[in-house]
């Protein structure tokens, strides 16, 4: 399942208005079409959502973009999810919107940024927005081509997300030059987040 910006907004564009869309439409569509192929060449069928669904028991892979689709009344239902099994890749802000309901780019104003209460299955305690470039660390990370040190993402202003205070037992994938973390995997149960 990939919970997208595109679908999310043409759910919730009719009744919360134009002004509501922070991406243009032909960018929305782009992100839409990377990410599914991108699964699709992994092996996943991909099925498109707006908004989080009430199971998510029927599939091996949750990929979540969409910030607005996400509220703190759905991180018991990751969290199981994850424990027995399910994988979930958690994309760029997402993470703010599990800790406080927000429908605006500043979840932070809320302490948003406190990621405390999805800690334990989510695996790293503050969000930070941040810049410069993003480097793995480890080689062929999960089974990819990438080797340490290659760039995976550049940002020149400090709009760009990171995650501090990794739990133990997560694994580093890729660093901002400034040390904060870009990318890793955390083990929860039977599951993990990317």
């Given at each position: ?6 679908d ?5 564009y009719?009744e ?6 922070w991406f ?12 599914s192929?991108?699964l699709e060449?992994w092996?996943?069928?991909?099925t ?5 669904p009430?199971n998510l028991?029927d599939?091996?892979?949750?990929v979540?973009e969409a910030?607005?689709a996400?509220?703190p009344?759905h991180?018991?239902?990751i969290?199981?999810y994850i ?5 979930v ?6 993470p703010?919107?599990?800790s ?7 979840p932070?104003?809320?302490g948003?940024?406190?990621l ?21 660390v ?12 290659d760039?995976?993402y550049?940002r020149?202003?400090s709009?760009?997300?990171s ?13 901002w ?5 870009y990318?890793?995997?955390h083990?929860?149960?039977?599951g993990s987040?990317f």
């Amino acid at each position: 399942m990939y919970i997208n910006w595109k679908d999310n907004w043409l759910i919730h564009y009719p009744e919360d208005g134009y002004y509501w869309n922070w991406f243009r439409e032909s960018t929305m569509d782009e992100w839409r079409s990377s990410v599914s192929q991108t699964l699709e060449q992994w092996g996943f069928e991909v099925t498109f959502s707006g908004d989080m669904p009430e199971n998510l028991s029927d599939y091996d892979l949750v990929v979540i973009e969409a910030y607005y689709a996400i509220e703190p009344k759905h991180a018991p239902l990751i969290k199981e999810y994850i424990s027995h099994g399910g994988g979930v890749v958690i994309l760029a802000g997402v993470p703010c919107y599990f800790s406080v309901y927000c429908r605006d780019w500043w979840p932070y104003r809320c302490g948003g940024t406190n990621l405390m209460s999805i800690q334990d299955w989510f695996g790293g305690r503050f969000y930070v927005n941040t810049g410069g470039v993003a480097r793995v660390v480890v080689n062929n990370p999960l089974g990819t081509s990438l080797q340490a040190n290659d760039v995976v993402y550049t940002r020149d202003d400090s709009g760009a997300k990171s995650i501090v205070e990794l739990n133990s037992n997560a694994q580093v994938i890729a660093r901002w030059d400034s040390g904060e973390v870009y990318a890793f995997i955390h083990e929860y149960g039977e599951g993990s987040v990317f």
